[in-house]
């Protein structure tokens, strides 16, 4: 099994944290390729910060998906994911975000989980995204850090003490039968707060890689209809040649009923 795994923000650093959590979560025999959005921003905090990591996910997205096989799945390794769900309807193959993959996680493990980010601003995005999810009722609660971030590489080591206690408070004060450490940048950190909080500690970075391994050999086929079935053919402009390319496929591979590569239409 081969896993494209994409990180939507710009920092290196924090794809180095997803690179070596991936590789621990993944199962034996399966194959990581892992890639930094092309353009955006440090990290993502924002609905419209969402926005622009969306195009860059779906640019790479676009470069491996144009022939079958090349890659069996996609993990989008940011918590809110980016783009998601609108990114299902672009390939063949399975794209899981690590919210989702989370949220399912937690709720498999107990009845109401608490999700730790690393700042207030993006709490707002990570209701909206729980709420999507159907699972607002689930919710225990969104605990941050407030202080300002010295680096978003170095949060984990910064914030360790910090995000623990929040970690603690959601459980004895919200409720939280599960913790979800939130954002590829405590990728990891899971591992070194199990057994200190008391209830199930969920990493999104894990989560992504077993759910997106789960989902891939579960081979249900690909969306031809309904609501995530390829976008309809029309004129388009200013597209990237692998954009214009990964839609052309799933439009023709839509008519045809078939998963082989067609030859582009060049873009307007």
């Known amino acids: 099994m081969k896993l494209l795994v994409i990180n939507p923000n710009i920092s290196d650093d924090v794809t180095a944290l997803i690179e070596s959590e991936a590789s621990r979560s993944a199962s034996a025999g399966t194959e990581l390729v892992v890639r930094t959005a092309g353009h955006g921003v440090e990290y993502i905090e924002t609905r419209f910060e969402s926005l622009i990591a969306a195009g860059a996910v779906a640019e790479i997205i676009a470069e491996y998906t144009q022939v079958p096989g090349l890659i069996d799945g996609v993990v989008v390794a940011a918590f809110g994911d980016p783009g998601m769900p609108a990114l299902k309807e672009l390939a063949d193959v399975p794209i899981i975000g690590i919210t989702e993959a989370a949220l399912c996680a937690a709720a498999l493990q107990g009845h109401r989980f608490s999700i730790i980010a690393i700042s207030d601003r ?4 990570y209701l909206d995204c729980v709420e999507r999810f159907g699972l607002g009722g689930r919710l225990a609660s969104i605990r941050s850090i407030n202080e300002s971030l010295n680096g978003i590489g170095s949060v984990q080591q ?3 003490e910090t995000l623990l206690a929040l970690s ?12 979800i450490l939130a954002g590829a940048p405590l990728a990891g950190l899971a591992r070194e707060l199990r057994g200190q909080i008391g209830v199930p500690v969920v990493d999104g970075i894990a ?3 077993r759910m997106a391994e789960a989902v891939v050999a579960l081979d249900s086929g690909p969306h031809r209809a309904g609501a995530f079935a390829p976008p309809p053919a029309k004129d388009r402009r200013g597209l990237t040649k692998a954009l214009d390319a990964a839609l052309t496929t799933a439009q023709n591979a ?8 067609v030859t582009p239409v060049p873009a307007n």
């Open 122 to 125: 993006i709490r707002p995005w």
């Open 207 to 209: 989560a992504g890689i």
């Open 168 to 179: 603690r408070q959601a459980v004895a004060e919200d409720g939280a039968d599960v913790v």
């Open 254 to 261: 839509a008519r045809s009923g078939s998963l082989q590569p």
């Open 158 to 160: 910064d914030f360790k």
